[in-house]
């Protein structure tokens, strides 16, 4: 099960489901952000890459369940010992790359370490601690979990409750979680509105994790902070491996370790919300997370209504957030902190996220871009951040 050979052959066979689902007339939706303009294929894909870096992967169709490392491959670059695993997890493909003398044993444990993770979290695994607490209303968690729902229920807090983890239900109702697509009525959207609220969960803390209760009806899905905190132990894992170079890409979102070898910033691109083929921009940064939300990244269009809908969802009214924006890219040290801010930040929209910034915003920036294709920049990003071709408004303290 662990090696490349299958990982490749399993993404050949996405890359043909793809070019099936195209055939079969589903590509030709109409992208939520770009009114017309624009058409988009009915898959995620990838929001952020270094630029220049033709080993970027778009993320990966749901059928593909199963966890899988590929092998570590591993070379010489920069006069150092340089090595790259792929990763198919979380339901998306992720890839690892380091420098340093001990870097194939790095990202050999940090992929496991993601494999754990998942297996932790992941909503579609009755067994996980997140499954079997959707399943019986109640669970333990560990102290992994404990500090994503800790965290989770900070921002949930200072956000006013526009990340919300008890969203689960809704995403089932639309049915993000099948991918059995559908318009629900106001009637169901209102008969579930009562639980979207992770402030009715108890959460009662262990010696080591917690025990956490929910609500009859309720659920939780962490897939909105996952994939941050799992970058995060991923680069603190390459650290405890004694290096200080290396990119991590968990399904388009980025984790830089340190600079590039020889200290320049590595150079991210930030996806175009309207083209999956193109970029907005390049930020050059080092030691940061760089965490994308964006509308384009898995949505459906109903032929009934002839609207489009993404999978980000807005907890006070239990619809796709329809904030005026289209993107929300987050720059932090702290990867659970971006990932949780990135999907809050899309539901707020633009004033309310940057009133958030200018309250609590000491350890992040942003680039938010707007309907209008315009980029809102914070200033902390000013000298890093170049534009492709896009306006820019700088947003001061
Ligand atoms: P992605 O995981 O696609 O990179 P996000 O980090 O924005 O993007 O997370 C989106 C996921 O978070 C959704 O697929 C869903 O599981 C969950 N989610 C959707 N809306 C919310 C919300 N308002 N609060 C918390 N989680 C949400
Ligand atoms: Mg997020």
């Not at 220049?52 to 010992?81: C, F, N, R, S, Y």
């Not at 999956?276 to 384009?296: H, P």
């Not at 350890?363 to 071709?389: A, C, N, Q, R, Y």
């Amino acid at each position: 099960m662990h090696n490349r050979k299958r990982f490749m052959c399993l993404l050949t066979a996405f890359c043909l489901f793809l070019s099936a689902l195209s055939l079969a007339g589903c590509g030709k939706e109409e992208t939520p952000s770009s009114s017309g303009k624009e058409s988009g294929e009915a898959r995620e894909t990838g929001k952020t890459g270094e630029t220049g870096d033709p080993g970027e992967m778009g993320e990966t169709a749901p059928a593909l369940q199963e966890d899988i490392i590929g092998d570590v491959a591993v070379t010489e670059k920069d006069g150092l010992t340089y090595a790259e695993v792929d990763v198919y997890a979380m339901t998306t493909t992720m890839q690892l790359k380091a420098y340093g003398d001990r870097a194939p044993e790095a990202v050999q444990a940090a992929a496991e370490e993601i494999v754990r993770l998942d297996h932790l979290l992941s909503v579609g695994n009755p067994e996980s601690e997140i499954g079997v607490i959707n399943a019986k209303g109640e669970g333990e968690v560990s102290a992994d979990t404990l500090a994503m729902l800790k965290k989770a229920g900070k921002v949930h807090e200072r956000s006013g409750g526009a990340l919300d983890i008890s969203v689960y239900p809704m995403m089932e109702l639309w049915g993000f979680t099948t991918e059995e697509y559908r318009v629900p009525s106001q009637e169901e959207i209102d008969s579930l509105l009562p639980l979207v609220d992770q402030d009715l969960m108890e959460i009662e803390e262990r010696e080591e994790g917690a025990l956490v209760r929910l609500k009859e009806g309720q659920g939780i899905d962490l897939g909105a902070v996952a994939k941050g905190f799992t970058s995060d132990r991923v680069a603190q894992i390459f650290r405890s491996y004694g290096l200080e170079s290396g990119l991590i890409y968990l399904g388009g979102n980025v984790h830089c370790l340190g600079s590039k070898p020889g200290g320049a910033d590595w150079r991210i691109g930030i996806q175009d919300p309207g083209n999956s083929a193109g970029i907005v921009g390049v930020l050059a940064v080092s030691g940061k997370a760089v965490i994308t939300s964006g509308a384009y990244e898995r949505y459906f269009k109903n032929e009934e209504t002839g609207k489009t809908y993404h999978h980000i969802l807005d907890p006070a009214t239990g619809c796709p957030a329809e904030t005026g924006i289209s993107s929300v890219t987050i720059v932090s040290p702290d990867g659970t902190l971006a990932d949780s801010l990135s999907t809050a930040c899309f539901v707020m929209g633009l004033e309310k996220s940057v009133e958030y910034w200018r309250e609590y915003g000491d350890d992040f920036e942003m680039i938010i871009m707007d309907d209008d294709g315009l980029i809102h920049l914070t200033e902390g990003l000013e000298k890093s951040f170049t534009s492709e071709g896009h306006k820019v408004k700088i947003i001061y303290r």
